[in-house]
């Protein structure tokens, strides 16, 4: 018994048949996070963590598995930093400390700005320190950015991966034509050199969804196998992303995603009328006329050189092209073919 054969839609062969898959989720917190603030520490609630309170960078960490994130904390940008009130904001930062057990771990202080889109990225700035000096650096970095005019900054505080190798994962429209086409970046770092490697979803292939979120590898090449899974999570997401990943020699970390703005403009293809209606070319009339002694020295000049079977030719098939129309479509036609045809 032979299987039969799937039909071929007609119609533009390059054109992609293929329907886009239905976002299963959104980009949205999944978790709350400990903020550090003039009234002292908060837990934010899943609900209430948002890129106005806590910055964009530190919304879009909530919005990733938790087991691919490195701990962190935030705290407010509006917090004091001098008497005082320095001190207490370094009790407060022990206190988060020793909740999220980074007391003995080398932590990096990263921005996190209300305005720090994906647009921004690279703008600001982030700086690795020891815990007992956070406070210190969040002061040094704020006076770096009192002069850029980016809005409220916050800053994140969280625990500093040693990176073996590091890059970026995108399915950015500049870099894929299809949101479930990635590309992995491994950027250059010491003596091993950078290169791309393309990751492409296939849910037939890869699943519908994550169901297994661990990231640990101890090679390079199974890097981008981490990646992958990291994609397919992606992929299931209603906009394109950008990711910054670090990989320690022994796990693979996320430690920044951003979505990608939606393309401004209209599709052109949605401009096309359904249906084009046909026009006869012998009904229209665009053009003047031209007069007698133009169309002479259009026809001296287009027979100038040419053999004369070449001139019979054209006055054939000009003929047989006119001929064809109705007596009505024969007022429309071209005077030059009109004189062609007198002669043959």
Do not use: Y
Request: proline share 6%; net charge positive.
């Amino acid at each position: 018994m032979t299987a039969k054969r799937k039909t071929v839609p007609k119609g533009n062969p390059q054109q992609s048949t293929r329907r886009r898959r239905a976002a299963i989720h959104q980009f949205s917190p999944n978790r709350g996070l400990l903020l550090i603030s003039e009234r002292g520490i908060s837990v934010l609630k899943q609900n209430e963590v948002s890129p106005g309170r806590v910055g964009w960078k530190a919304h879009g960490l909530t919005c990733l598995p938790s087991e691919w994130v490195p701990r962190f904390f935030v705290v407010d940008g509006s917090s004091p930093a001098g008497g005082q009130e320095s001190e207490r904001l370094e009790a407060r930062i022990r206190d988060c400390l020793a909740k999220l057990k980074l007391q003995d771990s080398p932590v990096i202080v990263r921005s996190s700005g209300t305005m720090e889109t994906i647009e921004q990225r690279g703008r600001l700035m982030s700086e690795s320190c020891s815990p007992k000096d956070i406070s210190k650096t969040i002061v040094h970095l704020s006076e770096k950015l009192s002069d850029l005019g980016i809005g409220k900054v916050h800053w994140i505080v969280q625990e500093h991966i040693p990176s073996a190798r590091k890059g970026h994962l995108s399915n950015e429209r500049r870099l894929s034509r299809e949101p479930r086409d990635f590309v992995a970046e491994f950027e250059i770092q010491g003596e091993f050199p950078g290169h791309t490697v393309p990751i492409a979803v296939r849910h037939w292939r890869d699943g519908g969804e994550v169901t297994d979120f661990d990231v640990n590898c101890t090679s390079e090449a199974g890097v981008s196998l981490k990646l992958r899974r990291v994609a397919l999570w992606a992929s299931a997401l209603p906009s394109r992303i950008l990711f910054e990943w670090v990989w320690s020699g022994s796990r693979l970390w996320i430690v920044q995603a951003d979505l990608a703005r939606a393309t401004q403009g209209v599709n052109p293809t949605k401009l096309r009328p359904g249906r084009i209606p046909e026009i006869s070319s012998a009904a229209l009339r665009f053009f003047e006329l031209p007069s007698l002694g133009i169309l002479r020295d259009i026809e001296n000049f287009a027979t100038r050189g040419r053999t004369a079977n070449w001139v019979t030719g054209c006055r054939h098939s000009m003929l047989l092209m006119t001929r064809r129309s109705s007596d009505k479509s024969l007022r429309g036609t071209s005077p030059i073919c009109l004189k062609l045809i007198s002669r043959s």
